[in-house]
């Protein structure tokens, strides 16, 4: 039997249809790496707080181009303003990224389950991402960062290909200058005259990341293969299966259980996750018919 | 020479091992400092040793022409650097630059061979032990041949 995290849909707070898109005029685009861009939305009619858990995503809608399920990468305590990160991969991202300060975005959301912020205090908190993966994890460091004296020791490990395709580098400095935070980033290869950090996978920085095994949270999000060896590692340092949490990627389009496109064994990604518990999926992790 | 026994005896590598091993290997190996920017080899040399990182860290480097210096892995903090020492043809494959000061532990190979010919399960330790952390190695390698976090078109 397959157990979400978070079974029941958190979409539509607001009662409007989960299908329609609403209007969001661009107000910023930040170039984070040559292929990878950050867009801060507000809405066009109204001046609607976008209330949002971390973890969660929208479908944003590039009118005439496509659809697309993106990760909300903004601060939950600032709903605002809709934030999120985009990679420049197929051809409505592609669109997405190339959008200018005043048009129209369509936003439907937020979908899906939200990162266990709660169920996770008193925890230490392990946050290991990988390439992009970073992005849906930020409104959950944002919280922990908002919420600190309520958690346990904070260590995030982030990979990426090389020092160009680090996100939030400006982040990634102001929170390893402080001291309750543990901040340990590595590449897959670099020239020593761009980087001074450790080169190598990810999943290496784990066993020198300090945290108690037995109280602790690890989030993960990246290439599933990454997150496999992730989890491996984990175990090896004894955290259980239940305190490993995992966001999955499937094709997602209707983000309401409808379609069935991202269908995972007897769950659906977009209404069931994004985020599961490992314990919850291990029988289906990995499984390559699914 | 106590005081090498002890740091040998408490690090991961070595543990569970015999001490009377542990009074052997100590007897192959110095304390050593390297400052930043320092080899501490380079690709081609005799593997005549190996290193225990003890505090620092230390890139891996291969040379491109064109490219220059690129970075293969970093090694800090309690790793083990240099497994050529034990396989033919002992030659070192890359270079190794100290990133920050570093100190280790160097251990004389020839003196380590040496001491595993005389004392063979001394030897079979010591291979099982290295070839934990060359498996290590390959598996991260071929993670990342994999490019995981490349982009793939799907949207």
Redesign the interface.
């Known amino acids: 039997m397959v157990l979400t995290l978070m079974p029941k849909m958190i979409a539509t707070a607001d009662g409007i249809d989960p299908m329609l898109p609403r209007p969001y005029r661009v107000q910023r685009v930040r170039r984070e790496t040559y292929d990878t861009f950050t867009l801060e939305l507000e809405p066009l009619r109204d001046a609607v707080e976008f209330s949002f858990a971390p973890g969660q995503f929208n479908m944003l809608y590039r009118f005439g181009v496509g659809e697309v399920p993106i990760s909300i990468s903004g601060d939950p305590g600032q709903p605002k303003t809709l934030i999120h990160t985009v990679r420049a991969v197929g051809a409505t991202t592609k669109a997405i990224c190339k959008m200018k300060r005043g048009q129209i975005l369509g936003v439907r959301g937020p979908f899906g389950s939200p990162w266990p912020m709660e169920e996770s205090t008193g925890n230490d908190v392990m946050i290991v991402a990988g390439g992009i993966g970073l992005a849906p994890l930020r409104p959950a460091i944002y919280h922990l960062l908002a919420h600190r004296g309520q958690y346990g020791r904070i260590a995030l490990l982030y990979g990426a290909r090389t020092p160009k395709d680090l996100l939030y580098t400006r982040e990634l400095e102001q929170w390893r200058g402080r001291f309750d935070l543990q901040v340990e980033v590595t590449v897959d290869s670099a020239k020593p005259e761009e980087w001074r950090g450790p080169v190598g996978v990810v999943t290496a920085l784990i066993p020198r990341a300090a945290f108690d095994p037995l109280h602790t949270t690890a989030l993960v999000v990246g290439p599933e293969i990454m997150m496999r060896f992730t989890v491996l590692e984990l175990q090896k340092c004894d955290v259980r299966d239940d305190q490993i949490v995992l966001s999955m990627e499937r094709n997602m389009k209707c983000a309401i259980g409808f379609c069935g496109h991202c269908q995972y064994g007897p769950t659906f990604i977009c209404k069931d996750g994004p985020v599961f518990r490992y314990d919850c999926i291990k029988e289906l992790f990995g499984k390559r018919e699914i | 020479m106590e005081k090498l026994e002890r740091l040998l005896a408490e690090h991961p590598f070595f543990k569970d091992l015999d001490p009377r091993y542990i009074q052997l290997i100590a007897g192959c190996a110095s304390e050593v400092t390297f400052k930043a920017g320092e080899f501490v080899f380079r690709e081609g040399d005799l593997a005549t040793h190996f290193w225990l990182i003890r505090q620092g860290?230390v890139?891996l480097?291969i040379f491109a022409p064109g490219?220059?210096?690129?970075?293969?892995?970093?090694l800090?903090d309690g790793d083990v650097m240099g497994w050529s020492w034990i396989v033919e043809p002992f030659k070192k494959q890359y270079d190794a630059?100290a990133?920050d000061l570093t100190r280790a532990i160097v251990f004389d190979a020839m003196c380590i061979r040496g001491k595993c010919e005389e004392e063979p399960k001394l030897g079979y330790e010591l291979f099982k032990r290295f070839s934990q952390i060359i498996g290590e190695r390959l598996q991260?390698t071929r993670?990342?041949l994999?490019?995981?976090?490349?982009?793939?078109?799907?949207?």
Not at chain 2, 67 to 74: D, W
Not at chain 2, 146 to 155: I, N, Q, T, V
């Open positions: 860290k890139s480097e490219r220059g210096p690129i970075m293969l892995e970093t800090m630059r990133l991260a993670m990342r994999l490019d995981l976090y490349g982009a793939h078109a799907d949207a």
